[in-house]
Antibody, heavy 120, light 104 residues
Framework: QVQVQESGPGLVKPSETLSLTCIVS??????????WGWVRQPPGKGLQWIGC???????YYNPSLKSRVNISVDTSKSRFSLKVPSVTAADTAIYFC????????????WGQGTLVTVSS | DIQMTQSPSTLSASVGDRVTITCRAS??????LAWYQQKPGQSPRLLIR???VLESGVPSRFGGSGSGTEFTLTINGLQPDDFATYFC????????FGQGTKVE
């Protein structure tokens, strides 16, 4: 059974880069038609889609975040990653990685989420 | 950019009630809409995709309808386990969530 799990530091200093990795286990990323994505949720608030990537490396970003984020994939290691440079307190959130059912589709598989706090 | 407007933001209900949540898109998204349930401390759970298709394991008291720009999530006979926050999401070109509806 495929699972996804976020990993990365829980505390990042302002102006530094937030880096998270999502490990995909129980299945291969290489031949799948799924897209792999990141969603964040500031404490007590709603969900914000950050972006998605295909196993071929095609990326799709939230227009409001496009200039600030980068998503990459390494299918050989069954993982994909998120980088957000120059973070501020507004980037404090629970970050979820997720998988779509296939292509541009709903997210049917979610990680448990990881809280990232931006603070000095 | 297409905007997603979900209403109400909070809904007070009792066990057994019929609950309706609305999601509106600023432009047509055809049928490409999903509904998620999220409980405190948990990840979202996909309930409905393609406007009205129930995911496996989702109770039949949940239903989705609509098309184009207006969509509805209905819960027929609210159960104690249904008190949660619900989000709509479009995925016709890129993805976007509604603001959420807390059912309390």
């Amino acid at each position: 059974q495929v699972q996804v799990q976020e990993s990365g530091p829980g505390l990042v200093k302002p102006s530094e880069t937030l880096s998270l990795t999502c490990i995909v286990s129980g299945g291969s990323m290489s031949s799948s038609s799924h897209y792999w994505g990141w969603v964040r949720q500031p404490p007590g608030k709603g969900l914000q889609w950050i972006g998605c990537i295909s196993h071929r490396g095609n990326t799709y970003y939230n227009p409001s975040l496009k200039s600030r984020v980068n998503i990459s994939v390494d299918t050989s290691k069954s993982r994909f990653s998120l980088k957000v440079p120059s973070v501020t307190a507004a980037d404090t959130a629970i970050y979820f990685c997720a998988r779509t059912r296939g292509g541009r589709d709903a997210f049917d598989l979610w990680g448990q989420g990881t809280l990232v706090t931006v603070s000095s | 950019d297409i905007q997603m407007t979900q209403s109400p933001s909070t809904l007070s209900a009792s066990v057994g009630d019929r609950v309706t949540i609305t999601c509106r898109a600023s432009q047509t998204i055809y049928k490409w809409l999903a509904w998620y349930q999220q409980k405190p401390g948990q990840s979202p759970r996909l309930l409905i995709r393609d406007t009205s298709v129930l995911e496996s394991g989702v109770p039949s008291r949940f239903g989705g309808s609509g098309s184009g720009t207006e969509f509805t999530l209905t819960i027929n006979g609210l159960q104690p386990d249904d008190f949660a926050t619900y989000f709509c999401q479009k995925y016709n070109d890129y993805w976007m969530f509604g603001q959420g509806t807390k059912v309390e």
